[in-house]
């Protein structure tokens, strides 16, 4: 037997006209192993964006619905956790894997063969329920409200990796993190700062310059009518930043090794800017420059998060709240694509 539900998806790529509302079955119980969540609350990423134009390497079975962070609802959280859970209310890590690999049970689940992103290549949380594996049930992070706590997983995870594990970022040493309105920018620096690191900022906007100092940054860099490796190094007495966060790829990846000081290391997870820079070696190793890429991070990385959040030391930024429907799905779509929010989009019910 099973039971249809209302959900959010497309039967064809495109832009955002192509969101619908659908009618989807679920079995009648959630599958052993999987827990069924009420959908709260579902933030945007930009990989919704890239899946609902359509990937090359990605084939989907359609009518396929997004949404990789969600924060939602489990009536039985409590029971199955003996107390581990704040209620029922519940955040969901974005990535699934097999649970029996040596990564998955190394604790590096995002490297397992089997990986998946909820609303990638399976589906995510555009909708009234989704069942997941219960592995990927987490603690609700203190008072937080719905649309605050979907805000947190994907954009915190991968910049916690990004910072903490891979670029192995000290206090004391001086990070750059470019595109400061965006989600994972916004979780880096405040990542950074709690680490004691000084950070430095670009954007094109002076408005989320200024927002983002108000989260703890120290410099802003408006890279529209500022060369940010000139500026970087002027602000380093010459010397370059320890660390560079970047999203991007393209041009900035290329100028950004040369805003690193000798030793430095640049950290990326995306190339929304272009996937092929071009880089000059010598730099790389002459100066002995450290490039490390990143993607998500494990489901232990989001659980010194939660608490980092529930202490006060890391808060998520919320732009824009839209309704839970096909309509404000493609509004919030077409929000994210313009590139002017601070912060993430959320779709909530």
């Known amino acids: 037997m099973t039971t249809k539900i209302r959900a959010i998806g497309f039967r064809s790529h495109g832009g955002p006209e192509v969101l619908e509302e659908l009618d989807l079955e679920l079995p009648a119980a959630p599958p052993a192993g999987t827990v069924r969540i009420r959908v709260l609350a579902v933030a945007l990423n930009h990989l919704d964006l ?186 380093t007495g010459k010397a370059g930043v320890d660390v560079v966060v970047e999203h991007l790829g393209g041009e900035v990846f290329e100028k950004s090794l040369l805003a690193l000081r000798n030793g430095g290391r640049l950290v990326t997870c995306g190339a929304t800017a272009g996937p092929r820079p071009t880089v000059d070696l010598r730099h790389v190793f002459f100066r002995q420059l450290s490039v490390l890429g990143s993607t998500m991070g494990s489901k232990a990385a989001l659980y010194p998060v939660l608490r980092a959040v529930e202490q006060g030391k890391l808060r998520p930024v919320v732009a824009e709240v839209f309704p839970m429907t096909a309509e404000g799905a493609r509004a919030a779509h077409t929000r994210l694509e313009a590139g002017t929010a601070f912060g993430k989009l959320v779709l909530a019910h």
């Open 50 to 235: 890239w899946v609902r134009r359509g990937l090359p390497s990605l084939k989907l079975p359609l009518p396929h619905r997004l949404g990789s962070d969600i924060a939602g609802g489990d009536r039985r959280a409590r029971r199955r956790r003996r107390g581990a859970l704040t209620g029922t209310r519940v955040v969901l890590a974005p990535g699934t894997s097999c649970g029996v690999c040596e990564a998955c049970l190394g604790g590096r689940d995002n490297f397992c063969r089997r990986y998946h992103i909820l609303g990638e290549s399976t589906h995510g949380g555009y909708g009234d329920f989704l069942d997941v594996p219960a592995a990927n049930v987490l603690p609700w992070p203190g008072t937080l409200s719905p649309v605050e706590a979907a805000a947190i997983p994907l954009t915190f995870q991968t910049a916690w990796q990004m910072v903490v594990e891979r670029a192995a970022l000290r206090a004391g040493e001086t990070m750059l993190v470019h595109a400061a309105g965006a989600g994972v920018s916004v979780a880096a620096i405040q990542i950074g700062k709690m680490l004691g690191a000084r950070v430095i900022v670009t954007s094109t906007r002076e408005d989320k310059l200024a927002r983002a100092k108000e989260l703890g940054a120290d410099e802003g860099i408006h890279s529209t009518t500022q060369d940010f490796v000139a500026e970087s190094r002027r602000l």
